[in-house]
Structures are given as structure tokens and as C-alpha cells.
């Protein structure tokens, strides 16, 4: 299994999550986005060239207000580079065997590079009510305000990981 960013002529019809909009998605908007219109990439894990999941990221902002306490100390008022994850999802096919997961720690990986390359604060991600306890267990917590949330329904909750616990997840060198 290979978790790479996804290619124009990669076969997304049979990715199946059981989610209809995430499966739209997958299969008609990620490849027009990210090659077409610039607005995020996906990345896939892929066995065998069988898509079994995809993550899909774009750079983003977040206002401090919305922020934790706690993560909101010493920070400026201006708004703060995030990276945010649009959508998750692993093949109902594939799942409970840690996909989800991996696929997480690579976002976290890329946020990591984010950071070291063009500022990056953290992760937002738009959980879907059903998923939050999937991202609380890594140290996820909702957030109050975040700009230009999807009209999805239910309506997701955007949900914030600090840099500093995405550091300590990943280890010190963020591998
Ligand atoms: C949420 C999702 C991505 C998890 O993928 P997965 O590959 O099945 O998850 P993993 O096997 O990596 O699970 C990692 C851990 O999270 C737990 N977990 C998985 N889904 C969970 C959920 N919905 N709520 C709480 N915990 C969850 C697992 O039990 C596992 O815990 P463990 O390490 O103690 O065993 C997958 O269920 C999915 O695609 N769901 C439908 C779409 C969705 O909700 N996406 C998220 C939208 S923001």
C-alpha cells in the first residue's frame, strides 16, 4: 500500500465509503479540482491500483478567536495559516485496518512540511458528526468559527490540532 497524490488517469469509479457525497466527490470533483482548478490535492492509498482511501487537503486560514485557549496564547490577531482537511474517507472495503489513521499522520506530515516551508499553525478539519471521536482521540477539538464551511449536511464541525501536538504525534522529526 502506497499513500501518493492522486493522478489524472487513476480509476475512481469503484470507491466506495458508504458516504454518497464523499464518494461524488471523490469520483467526479477531486481530479477537476486539483488539476483543473488548483483548489486542493488528494492523496490516496493505493494497493494494487485499487483506490482504498484518499485524504484531500488546501491551505487555509483560521481567525484566532476561534481558536482553543490554550492554543490561541501568544499567537497575533491576524489570521493564521492552517492546513485544512476537506475530506477523509476509506473504502468500506478496507476499513478498521488503520487506513484511516495513516492517512491521517500523512496529513500531519504534510502540515509538518507546511510549516517548515510556509507557516502553518495546524490542522482544521470539517468532521462529519459521526467522525469526531475518530479525531478527538488525536488530540482534535471543535472550534467555533472558521470561514467558508461547506453547505454539507449534517453540517460538519471544524475541528483544530496544534502544531505542536501534531509534532509530538509524528515524533521529533516529523517522520
Ligand atoms: C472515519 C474513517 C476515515 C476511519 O477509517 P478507518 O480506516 O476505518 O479507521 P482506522 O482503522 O484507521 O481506525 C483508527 C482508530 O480509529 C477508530 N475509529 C475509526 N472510525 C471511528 C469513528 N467513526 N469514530 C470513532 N473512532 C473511530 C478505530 O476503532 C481505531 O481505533 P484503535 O486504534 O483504538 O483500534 C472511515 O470510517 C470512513 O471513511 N468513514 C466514512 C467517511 C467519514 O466519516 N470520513 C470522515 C469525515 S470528516
New binding site residues.
Given amino acids: 500500500m502506497e499513500i501518493r497524490a492522486l493522478r489524472e488517469e487513476d480509476d475512481r469509479s469503484r470507491f466506495h465509503?458508504?458516504?454518497p457525497d464523499?464518494d461524488r466527490f471523490f469520483q467526479r470533483f477531486a481530479g477537476q479540482n486539483q488539476f483543473k482548478h488548483y483548489l486542493g490535492v488528494t492523496y490516496v492509498a493505493v494497493s494494487e491500483g485499487a483506490m482504498l482511501?484518499f485524504a484531500t487537503v488546501a491551505p487555509g486560514h483560521i481567525e484566532i478567536d476561534g481558536l482553543p485557549a490554550s492554543a490561541r496564547k501568544k499567537l497575533p490577531r491576524y489570521p493564521l495559516p492552517v492546513l485544512r482537511?476537506a475530506?477523509?474517507?476509506?473504502?468500506q472495503t478496507?476499513?478498521?485496518?488503520?487506513?484511516?489513521?495513516?492517512?491521517?499522520r500523512f496529513v500531519f506530515r504534510l502540515a509538518f512540511l507546511m510549516a517548515s516551508d510556509y507557516g502553518c499553525v495546524g490542522v482544521v478539519?470539517?468532521?462529519?458528526p459521526?467522525?469526531?471521536?475518530?479525531?478527538?482521540?488525536y488530540g482534535f477539538a471543535s472550534i467555533d468559527v472558521v470561514k467558508g464551511q461547506s453547505d454539507a449536511r449534517p453540517a460538519?464541525i471544524p475541528m483544530f490540532l496544534d502544531l505542536r501536538s501534531i509534532r509530538e504525534a509524528l515524533g521529533a522529526r516529523g517522520g
Fill in positions: 465509503s458508504g458516504d464523499l482511501g482537511l475530506r477523509l474517507a476509506v473504502d478496507a476499513r478498521g485496518r488503520g487506513l484511516g489513521r495513516q492517512l491521517l478539519v470539517d468532521a462529519k459521526d467522525a469526531m471521536d475518530f479525531y478527538r482521540q460538519p
